[in-house]
């Protein structure tokens, strides 16, 4: 799909939007802006819902571009971003700055330990070598993550909300849990010490894992102790088609209902399911990243909202990439998650549809102290008629307007038929039976709805809304509300007050749905309807009530900040009025008629810093008809382009000299894993944590070996491939979650006593585990070589006590010497290590072949080309490279992909599923030069070619 986008045109609206925030800052003092109680927490004295969505800034390099992805999220309605940091990786400070700039909130979460699929749970490579587990008091770990944390703490609270910044809860670690390790209760209180210390006054919290299962560790050290859910992927993997019959009763487990939660804390969610992780070839039983729908969405976020959780923290808004071997072995590349935004930006269903979920909680205060009523009771209740059995959790507003949410849903969480149904509310005006004028109210399976009673909107009230409320603002006084259902659902509004008002119902085009009004109840204006396009109804001079369907919900934004409520366009990132003129900014897929409401001194819109006409509608509003110039970008052909290439394993020539390599002569390790061989041959013992590592072994063959047995660890789907001197002898092309193995090799020819032989094992680091558990090592699941041996023709062991071993992995290793681009960013293939990768590189001497001819045999070749691309600013064309369909019979390879430098890809020919690569537009120079690089590692002697390659837009 191609945008056209408003990069240039918001500085203006952003610092509106962060002067706000700041202005409310100024009247408060310190500690005291955050407060919270059992309902919710408060930012100066005010009730505010926490609708926050994760973002990580390192699996986005470039900052600039922070404020990109956070506008998106802004226009969502979230007001809080969930936040990582990696050690000594990223600034986040600058994190911070944009967040502020955009006008979101942050909830940082840095650690020491972050998990999030990221190589060793966030943990620095030479926390390979300390004394002992982590996540606990003991010396060592203690003395690795402080330095750090202590910063980090310190970076957080000068960022605090009290201090001007976006900060307003700190977490202290991540989902620290488990049995196995047990709780260290000093760990937590140093924490809790260390952030004291450093100055943090905002909350500190905390999210269990298993909470709902049984651990509430940390639950004494932090303020906020909150939980995170996974619902949908424990309930519908590995049959993504079938949910449980009781999964919305499994789902209800909230701390409010289990005494020993019962804390006068608001309900907290830290991470939410909105999308999952994503295995190295993860078969055709796991979902999908786009199989996982919006239905997850609607079903089980509105389940927590009907158990009052007021913090809610979705989980990814946007994942990003796992560039330069960030990942753990749980992920590949691509960080997509199946999040809100895809990783190329682009807008999905779900974040249409959490969207308006966070609009509606927004603009419902009464929300912020409602607390369910029948928990436990909820089966048909409220349900005068029903044909399938109903699940109505009710949410009683306990402090404000005594305001009524009825969660509505299926009892039976494996229907998927569509069910009639009649309700019996309780309202201020007695018990009445919805819909009131004939008919009935229809609940497809999957889907969960918010009926409101006595529900304020502006300066009215609805008495009941069978339809979901999007949002309500006032706007020169009129109550504008904006109610919606499925396309052609029947629906029942009632308004308290106003059914002796005159009242007029405005279609808007061919699409709009029919309206009948009675006076039910007297002095209530009741109207029946079907949600069908968009239909105004116009109650008196101060109210118009809005009647959408579910998709032109998810294109209709409102902007309480600047009272501006718009219907239509792709997305809206800001809309602020000046005096007569408007301006918005948003990007479009097409041409796009703009339905705008706003205060009636606007005469002047402009859009995208262009203006634009603007004329009346009969609905009241006004509208503008807006165009993208979505100018034609040709990409280059990549097949066709000029390639340079050369070899990039040296080291397999007779007359290589490896006297520069690292020798592997430790004999001790900290590794509890310990190793077969006498000296260890684990490259993090040496400083090398990533990318391919490389092994030369050097014997001198005694009795004619004749078999090879070697083990290997590299992590879930990694690559090998070992050479007797120039010879391959075996490949390995991966697996998932296979992340050791062993090879039985015969050796093509017995070795003859006396001769010198060199066993090269080039081999894949795909991360190191993570240690998701409170007080365990499995973050030092070894790569490298666990044990070899050597064996005659009849089975006696051969020994090598005087076996030299030596390594090499990135450039430095953990002196790397890229700077910019970080420690993870390269391996150790020659190529790498010699900055073939770079764009300054230069290749002139090198001779032309392409990577679409590839090897004829075992081997690894670096392929360079350089394409030019002309993007204009006004556009956010995303831009992928292609790479060959995944199948088991590709002869067995792995592509290294760098994009000016930066690696942005690894790719498995029989492994997958990744076969695109988003390339971020901070990468790219969309004006001009950039250098592509192709590392290709043909595993066996079968060679490796790519045989396709492309540059696409993404859609
Ligand atoms: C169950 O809920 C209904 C409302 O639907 C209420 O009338 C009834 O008293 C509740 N029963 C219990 C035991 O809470
Ligand atoms: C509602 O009742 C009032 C007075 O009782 C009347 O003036 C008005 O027309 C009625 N409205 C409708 C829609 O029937
Ligand atoms: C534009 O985006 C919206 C929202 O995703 C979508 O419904 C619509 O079909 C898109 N239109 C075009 C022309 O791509
Ligand atoms: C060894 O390293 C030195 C300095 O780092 C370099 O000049 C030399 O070329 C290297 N030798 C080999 C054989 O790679």
């Known amino acids: 799909m191609l945008l056209s986008q408003a990069f240039l045109a918001f500085g203006a609206l952003m610092q509106g939007a962060a002067a706000m ?3 409310q800052r100024q009247n408060s003092s310190n500690s005291s802006v955050v407060t919270w109680d059992d309902h919710s927490l408060m930012i100066n004295g005010e009730r505010v819902m926490i609708y926050s969505a994760e973002v990580h800034g390192f699996r986005y390099p470039g900052a600039a571009s922070w404020i990109e992805v956070f506008q998106k999220l802004k226009a969502a309605g ?100 488990e049995i196995v390790g047990g709780e260290d209760f000093e760990y937590e209180r140093i924490l809790e010490i260390v952030a004291v210390d450093a100055g943090i006054t905002v909350p500190t919290t905390h999210n269990g894992a298993l909470a709902a299962a049984f651990t509430n ?17 424990k309930t519908i993997c590995p049959n993504k088609d079938t949910w449980p019959a009781d999964a ?39 979902f999908s990243v786009t199989g996982h729908r919006s239905q997850v969405m609607v079903v089980f976020f509105k389940n927590k909202y009907s158990m009052a959780t007021t913090i809610f923290n979705i989980y990814m808004a946007w994942g990003g990439t796992n560039w330069g071997n960030l990942a753990s072995p749980d992920c590949y590349t691509s960080y997509d998650f199946g999040a809100l935004i895809s990783e190329e930006r682009l807008l999905r269903n779900k974040y ?155 279609e808007s085009g061919n699409e709009s749905g029919t309206v009948h009004v009675s006076n039910g109840t007297g002095t209530d204006f ?43 366009g792709y997305l809206i990132r800001s809309a602020s009025v000046d005096g007569s003129i408007l301006s918005v900014s948003g990007d479009l897929n097409t041409t796009t008629s703009l339905d705008i409401v706003c205060p009636s001194q606007v005469n002047t819109l402009n859009f995208n810093g262009r203006t634009v006409e603007m004329t009346p509608t009969r609905l009241g509003t006004k509208r503008a008809s807006v165009t993208p110039n979505l100018i034609d970008v040709v990409l280059p052909d990549l097949a066709a382009a000029s390639w340079r290439s050369a070899d990039s394993l040296p080291e397999l ?20 894993d310990t190793p077969e061989t006498s000296v260890i041959l684990y490259s993090g013992e040496y400083g090398y944590h990533c990318g391919v590592i490389l092994w030369r072994g050097h014997f001198n063959a005694v009795v004619g070996e004749e078999r090879l047995s070697l083990h290997l660890y590299g992590g879930g789907g990694f690559g090998f491939s070992i050479y007797d001197n120039e010879k391959v002898v075996e490949s390995w092309n991966g697996r998932r979650y296979e992340a050791n193995r062993k090879s039985d090799i015969i050796l093509p020819e017995a070795w003859k006593a006396g001769e010198d032989h060199v066993i090269t094992v080039v081999q894949d680091h795909m991360g190191y585990r993570m240690s998701w558990t409170a007080n365990t090592a499995l973050f030092k699941e070894p790569r490298g070589i666990f044990g070899y041996n050597f064996t005659t023709s009849n089975g006696s062991l051969v020994n090598h006590a005087d076996a030299v071993w030596k390594v090499q992995g990135n450039l430095g290793g953990e002196g790397h010497v890229d700077q910019i681009r970080g420690p993870y960013n390269e391996g150790g293939l020659y190529g790498e290590r010699h900055g073939w990768h770079l764009p300054e590189f230069p290749d002139v001497d090198w001779h032309q072949s392409s990577p679409l001819d590839g090897l004829s045999t075992a081997g690894a070749r670096f392929y360079r ?32 992909i760098f994009v000016n430098g930066y690696q942005f890809g690894r790719y498995a020919s029989s492994l997958g599923p990744q076969t695109r690569f988003a390339i971020p537009p901070t990468i790219l120079n969309r004006h001009g030069k950039n250098t592509l690089v192709i590392a290709l590692w043909a595993l066996s002697e079968k060679g490796a070619r790519l045989s396709s390659l492309s540059l696409e837009f993404d859609s």
């Not at 309900?267 to 399911?273: D, G, P």
């Not at 029946?528 to 998709?551: E, F, P, Q, S």
């Not at 350089?866 to 792995?894: E, G, H, K, Q, W």
């Open 865 to 896: 080309t350089t394409f030019n691309l002309a993007v204009p600013d006004s556009v956010d064309y995303p831009i992928s490279l292609r790479l060959p369909a995944i199948s088991s019979s590709n002869p067995p390879y792995r592509a290294i």
């Open 352 to 506: 249409y549809e959490a969207k308006i979920q966070a609009q509606f909680l927004q603009s419902s205060p009464a929300f912020l102290t409602a607390f369910p009523q029948n928990i436990g009771n909820n089966t048909m209740a409220y349900v005068a008629s029903a044909s399938d059995s109903l699940t109505i959790t009710m949410s009683l507003d306990l402090e404000g307007q005594a305001s009524k949410f009825f969660f509505a849903r299926h009892t039976d969480a494996s229907y998927m038929g569509e069910s009639n149904y009649s309700l019996l509310l309780p309202t201020s005006h007695g018990d009445l039976k919805v819909p009131q004028l004939g008919g009935h109210l229809t609940l497809r399976g999957r889907d969960t709805k918010i009926h409101v009673v006595d529900y304020k909107v502006g300066h009215h009230t609805l008495l009941y809304s069978s339809a979901e409320v999007l949002t309500s603002l006032v706007i020169d006084g009129v109550t504008n509300v904006v109610l919606y259902g499925d396309h052609g659902q029947l629906h029942k509004t009632a308004v308290m007050g106003v059914g002796n008002k005159c009242y007029s119902v405005v």
């Open 653 to 672: 020539s007779v007359g290589y000299h490896d006297s520069n390599w690292t020798v592997a002569d430790a004999n001790k390790t900290t590794n509890p």
């Open 248 to 286: 919305i009763k499994q789902n209800q487990w909230a701390m409010h209902i289990d005494s020993k939660y019962n804390r006068g804390q608001p309900m907290a969610i830290y991470e939410f399911e909105g999308g999952f992780k994503q295995a190295w070839n993860p078969g055709p039983q796991l």
């Open 526 to 568: 009741v109207m029946n309807y079907r949600t069908i396009g968009t239909t105004a109804v116009k109650i008196g001079k101060d109210l118009v009530i809005y009647l959408l369907d579910r998709k032109t919900a998810y294109l209709t934004w409102p902007n309480i900040e600047n009272n501006v409520l718009i219907f239509g």
């Open 21 to 23: 925030h700041l202005e």
């Open 78 to 177: 979230f007001n809080t971003r969930g936040h990582f940091n990696l050690d000594g990786f990223r600034d986040p400070e600058a994190f911070f700055d944009a967040a502020k700039t955009v006008g979101l909130y942050v909830i940082s979460r840095p650690g020491p330990y972050i998990n999030a699929e990221a190589s060793s749970g966030g943990f620095p490579g030479w926390l390979q070598r300390i004394e002992g587990p982590a996540r606990n008091s003991l010396q060592a770990y203690t003395d690795a993550y402080l330095p750090y944390i202590t910063k980090i703490f310190e970076i957080t609270a000068r960022n605090q909300i009290d201090r001007g910044g976006p900060v307003i809860a700190l977490q202290l670690e991540n989902e620290y849990d």
């Open 217 to 233: 560790f940390f639950i004494n050290h932090v303020d906020i102790w909150g939980y995170d859910g996974y619902p949908a992927t």
